[in-house]
C-alpha cells in the first residue's frame, strides 16, 4: 500500500514537470513566431518617386525612388516591371521586400535607389504612371528626363480670364482644398480673386443652430507659361495697400477693390 502511494505520488510529479515544460514550451514558440512575424519581409513600395528617364533609346525607363535604409539590410529583391499600356499611358510598377516595419529593425532613414523598367519598344510620345500615382510625361522635358505632371495634369491650359483657369489658379495656391473663389478682376497678365475657405466643424444649415465661420484672402496673380502663379495677398479695399508690395499692378484691377470680408 505504501509503494502504491509512492508511485502515485512520482507519477503526478512528472505530470506537473512535463506540463509545466509544455507550458514553457508553448511560450517561447509564441515568441519566437511573434520574433519572426516582427522581422519578416514585406512586399512594399518606394517611399517616393524622385524622377522617371528614357534609356536604351527610349526602350527602357529608369525609376529613381527613395526607399528605406539603416545599419542593417533593409531593401531585397527591387524591381521595376512593365505593367500595361492603355490609351497613350505606360504603367509601370516598382516594388521591393524591406523590414522597415519592424521597429528594432534599425530602418529609421532612407536613400536613393534605381530600378530598371524594360518597356520593349521606344517610349515616344506616351506618358508614364509609375505605382498608379505619378505621371511623367517626355512633352516639354529635356531629354532623357520625363517631365512630372502636376495636379492640373500634364498639360495645363494657359492663363486665360475664364472659369475653369481659374480653377487652376486656386490649386496652385497654398490653401485648403475646398475653397470657393470669387473674381475680382482679371486680363492677360494679371489675375485677382477672393478665396474663402469654411471653417469649424462640419453640421448643416445655421437654421439648425449650427454655427460656421470662413477665412477669406484676396490673391493677387501674375501670368506665366505654365499658368497663374501666385504673387502677393492684400484685404485692404482699393489701390493703395497691394500698391505698397505690387506696384505694378494696373491701376483699373484695384481701384474698385472693396474691403475683403473677413466672415
Given amino acids: 500500500m505504501w509503494q502504491r502511494g509512492i508511485g502515485v505520488a512520482v507519477l503526478g ?33 518606394p517611399i517616393r518617386i524622385d524622377g522617371v528617364r528614357t534609356a536604351d533609346g527610349g526602350r527602357s525607363l529608369v525609376v529613381d525612388a527613395e526607399v528605406p535604409d539603416g545599419a542593417r539590410d533593409c531593401v531585397r ?33 532612407t536613400r536613393r535607389v534605381k530600378a530598371t523598367v524594360k518597356l520593349g519598344e521606344p517610349l515616344g510620345s506616351r506618358r508614364v504612371m509609375v505605382n498608379s500615382m505619378d505621371v511623367y ?10 517631365r512630372q505632371c502636376g495636379e492640373n495634369g500634364c498639360d495645363p491650359t494657359p492663363p486665360r480670364c475664364t ?3 481659374y480653377g487652376q489658379a486656386v490649386n496652385d495656391t497654398d490653401i485648403p ?11 492677360d497678365t494679371w489675375l485677382v480673386l477672393d478665396l474663402s475657405t469654411r471653417m469649424g466643424p462640419a453640421c448643416g444649415d445655421a437654421g439648425d443652430g449650427c454655427s460656421s465661420s470662413g477665412v477669406s484672402q484676396r490673391w493677387f496673380y501674375r ?5 497663374w ?6 484685404g485692404d479695399a482699393g489701390c493703395a495697400g497691394i500698391h505698397k508690395i505690387l506696384p505694378e499692378l494696373p491701376e483699373h484691377l484695384c481701384a474698385s477693390l472693396p474691403r475683403l470680408d473677413r466672415g
Fill in 13 to 45: 510529479a512528472a505530470l506537473a514537470v512535463l506540463a509545466g515544460c509544455g507550458s514553457e514550451t508553448a511560450e517561447t514558440d509564441t515568441e519566437a513566431t511573434g520574433a519572426a512575424a516582427a522581422s519578416a519581409w514585406t512586399l512594399a513600395a
Fill in 77 to 109: 529583391s527591387l524591381r521595376g516591371e512593365l505593367d500595361t499600356v492603355e490609351h497613350g499611358t505606360v504603367y509601370v510598377k516598382v516594388t521591393y521586400e524591406t523590414r522597415s516595419l519592424d521597429q528594432d529593425s534599425g530602418c529609421t532613414g
Fill in 137 to 146: 510625361t517626355p512633352v516639354g522635358a529635356t531629354p532623357p528626363a520625363l
Fill in 163 to 165: 472659369s475653369s483657369s
Fill in 177 to 187: 482644398k475646398h475653397t470657393s473663389w470669387e473674381e475680382r478682376g482679371c486680363d
Fill in 223 to 227: 501670368a506665366e507659361s505654365s499658368g
Fill in 229 to 234: 502663379r501666385p504673387v502677393a495677398t492684400n
